[in-house]
Nanobody, 123 residues
Framework: QVQLVESGGGSVQAGGSLRLSCVASRYLYCMGWFRQAPGKEREGVASIATFGTTRYADSVKGRFTISKDNAKNTLYLQMNSLKPEDSAMYYC????????????????????WGQGTQVTVSS
């Protein structure tokens, strides 16, 4: 059974930064970050595939950076210039295929999920 454990969430003022981490119990081909705010659907934020190919939601391009340390099976999300609309529960997700889509309708393709870490950005 794959385990994903997130950390690094918290409260920050607009314009601030946070770094999320996700430790996986084994190597996975595709890993990503999703978020869900109250009353909204879960949305893809960023993903990274085996050879480092990254994808970002338009809303976070230029502000967030996803990276992975394969030796440590650890995924990161550096979030800069945070906005109140970035407030949400952030989830680490992974799967064993290399198709790292962020399309909301294909969220089900991610087999493994963490418990989530809350990010709150105040104005």
């Amino acid at each position: 059974q794959v385990q994903l454990v997130e950390s690094g969430g918290g409260s920050v003022q607009a314009g601030g930064s946070l770094r999320l981490s996700c430790v996986a119990s084994r190597y996975l081909y595709c890993m990503g970050w999703f978020r869900q705010a109250p009353g909204k659907e879960r949305e893809g934020v960023a993903s990274i595939a085996t050879f480092g190919t990254t994808r970002y939601a338009d809303s976070v391009k230029g502000r967030f950076t996803i990276s992975k340390d394969n030796a440590k099976n650890t995924l990161y999300l550096q979030m800069n210039s945070l906005k109140p609309e970035d407030s949400a529960m952030y989830y680490c997700a992974a799967k064993d295929s290399d198709s790292c889509t962020l399309v909301a309708s294909r969220v089900y393709e991610y087999s493994y999920w963490g418990q989530g870490t809350q990010v709150t950005v105040s104005s």
